[in-house]
């Protein structure tokens, strides 16, 4: 039960809804425009702010769904329930449909956070909003919600796994965001 609902995150994940919906409604690759990036973000720059927001609410359930099912399947469970968000959120930056080459796990790391952390996902959200309208820099609010949602989930998670994955997950966002990182440092990250 417990490698077969980790299969099922990781698949889950994996599905590029940011390059399926652009290729389907809008005609173009994403990974050709804006950042490259299959994410909601460039979704947005992409193909614009409808279609940004489907693909985020798309790459949140990915990772929520599948966590819901192995919390109602295995509910005394917390390290399967950890596995299981690890693994959807792992699909998103690596899926298999796409040679490994996928997004940075930001939307599908809130989806699997709503369901075990909610507060943290939901601390996490506010700040990236408040980032975003300061700055307009979308990578800068993701990685201060990321950060938020660590403090928060040490603070309010109903197991230390979860806090766990959360920090886990925070270090996975450092590390797709690698290249932002340098951006910012050097003051030359994209703004919307």
Known sequence: MTSALVLLGYLA??????????????????RKG????????????????????????????KGALPVMLAVRWVPDAPVVH??????AV???????WLKLQGGKGVATALGVLLVLVPQAALAGAVMYVAVFAIGRVSS?????AGATAVGTSALTARAMEYA???ALLFALMLWTHRGNIGRLARRTERRF
């Open 82 to 87: 950890v596995a299981v968000g690890l693994a």
């Open 164 to 166: 766990g994955l959360s």
């Open 140 to 144: 800068l609010g993701s990685l201060a």
């Open 13 to 30: 994940g994996s599905i590029p809804f940011g390059v399926l919906l652009t290729r389907w409604l809008r005609g173009v690759d994403v």
């Open 34 to 61: 804006g950042s490259g990036n299959i994410g909601a973000t460039n979704v947005t720059r992409v193909a614009g702010k409808k279609l940004g927001a489907v693909v985020l609410l798309l790459d949140a359930l």
């Open 90 to 96: 792992l699909g998103h930056i690596y899926p298999v």
